[in-house]
């Protein structure tokens, strides 16, 4: 099970920006308690309560975070301030979830990791793909063993973003490169199907910021299958995904990583399966759904995509970012 009925838990959302307002349009479509918004600028989080009619507003992250009226924190700012924005909320006792990619590197995912523990709270990554309904009935396919054994999975991540260096996909200082913004979707997918890879072979062409444009990976993994994913900031393509496997292949139609339709189809051409996504809104609600369910059971781990295993995707991102050359300012200091 990955989502439920509201439970009433009090959201805040740190930080103003494009994905805050999508995801508060969620929390509001689905019903959610969005009691509070926190921004660096005070008109910003005055304008974004105004918007969605949100009564708790804070000129300051800090404020956010000790408002006792607040359960469980939405953080929406650029990769390189996800560890520093979830630590600080994690010390005044909030739930987190936080923003893919969970952090900018591994070393700063295991602080936060360790620091929700001994705090008693859920931290979880809003890797939102996961929790989606297709994406659901795919793991339930997988896991039946209709596809036979899995040996093989394709996605692409391609969008044409701005090539201004100052954008946030091109800044090295707001974590920008291809990988970490669209390419971990997937890797993530790869991860949540195959689990783990054995071996990793990237190529990248690196812009000139310094930040990647485009990346293709083949990872093997211990059951033998191969993934394979092409992410790009420069240029759209198909943006679907498959999961081929002896008896039969789940195709997932355009865009694979959003609500969308996909077909299960046997060796012989015979259809299985068609599936389509109805889902109210952008579909950023089933995580937020997740998280209350976890929470109202009194857990601190979600069961679709656990903290350790968000850990463990970064430590790839960081091998992959190694073996292509992209670093980011200050990374020594992240650790
Ligand atoms: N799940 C999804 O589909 C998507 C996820 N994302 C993820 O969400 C995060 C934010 O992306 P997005 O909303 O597109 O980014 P935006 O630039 O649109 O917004 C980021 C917000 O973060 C705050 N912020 C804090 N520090 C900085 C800083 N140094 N520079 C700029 N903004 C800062 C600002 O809010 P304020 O001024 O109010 O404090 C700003 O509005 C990224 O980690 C990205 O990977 C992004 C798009 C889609
Ligand atoms: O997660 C994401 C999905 O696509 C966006 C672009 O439209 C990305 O920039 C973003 O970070």
């Known amino acids: 099970m990955?989502?439920?009925?509201?439970?009433?838990?009090?959201?805040?959302?740190?930080?103003?920006?494009?994905?805050?307002?999508?995801?508060a349009s969620d929390l509001r479509t689905a019903g959610l308690d969005l009691v509070a918004v926190g921004s660096r600028?005070?008109?910003?989080?005055?304008?974004?309560?105004?918007?969605?009619?949100?009564?708790?507003?804070?000129?300051?992250?800090?404020d956010l975070a000790a408002d006792p009226d607040v359960d469980i924190v939405y953080v929406a700012?650029?990769?390189?301030?996800?560890?520093?924005?979830?630590?600080?909320?994690?010390e005044h006792g909030k739930h987190v979830l936080v923003e893919k990619p969970f952090t900018l590197t591994a070393a700063e995912a295991a602080r936060?990791?360790?620091?929700?523990?001994?705090?008693?709270?859920?931290?979880?990554?809003?890797?939102?793909?996961?929790?989606?309904?297709?994406?659901?009935?795919?793991?339930?396919?997988?896991?039946?063993?209709?596809?036979?054994?899995?040996?093989?999975?394709?996605?692409?991540?391609t969008q044409k973003i701005s090539d201004d260096p100052s954008h946030r996909l091109n800044d090295l200082a707001l974590g920008g490169?291809?990988?970490?913004?669209?390419?971990?979707?997937?890797?993530?997918?790869?991860?949540?199907?195959?689990?783990?890879?054995?071996?990793?072979?990237?190529a990248a062409r690196v812009g000139e910021t310094g930040a990647d444009t485009e990346i293709a990976a083949i990872f093997t993994h211990a059951s033998g299958a191969l993934s394979t994913s092409i992410s790009s900031s420069r240029?759209?393509?198909?943006?679907?995904?498959?999961?081929?496997?002896?008896?039969?292949?789940?195709?997932?139609?355009?865009?694979?990583?959003?609500?969308?339709?996909?077909?299960?189809?046997?060796?012989?051409?015979?259809?299985?399966?068609?599936?389509?996504?109805?889902?109210?809104?952008?579909?950023?609600?089933?995580?937020a759904l997740a998280a209350e369910r976890i929470i109202a059971e009194g857990g601190t781990d979600s069961d679709v995509l656990p903290i350790a295993e968000s850990v463990a995707i970064m430590a790839n991102l960081d091998e992959m970012r190694r073996t292509i050359g992209v670093r980011y300012p200050g990374e020594a200091d992240h650790g």
């Open 2 to 23: 990955t989502s439920s009925a509201p439970t009433g838990l009090r959201w805040g959302i740190l930080a103003t920006g494009g994905i805050a307002h999508a995801f």
């Open 41 to 62: 600028r005070p008109d910003a989080a005055a304008a974004f309560a105004a918007e969605f009619g949100i009564p708790h507003v804070h000129g300051s992250y800090e």
């Open 77 to 90: 700012t650029p990769h390189p301030a996800h560890a520093e924005n979830a630590l600080l909320l994690i």
């Open 112 to 157: 936060v990791q360790e620091a929700a523990a001994a705090r008693g709270v859920l931290a979880m990554e809003a890797m939102w793909t996961r929790y989606l309904p297709h994406m659901v009935r795919i793991r339930e396919i997988v896991a039946a063993g209709t596809l036979g054994e899995v040996r093989a999975l394709t996605a692409d991540h």
């Open 177 to 202: 490169g291809a990988l970490l913004d669209l390419g971990i979707y997937p890797v993530s997918f790869a991860w949540d199907i195959l689990g783990a890879p054995a071996t990793v072979a990237v």
């Open 235 to 287: 240029a759209a393509g198909p943006n679907t995904a498959s999961v081929v496997g002896t008896e039969a292949r789940i195709e997932i139609d355009r865009v694979w990583y959003t609500p969308t339709s996909f077909r299960v189809t046997a060796t012989d051409g015979t259809v299985l399966e068609e599936y389509v996504s109805e889902v109210e809104g952008r579909g950023m609600q089933y995580q």
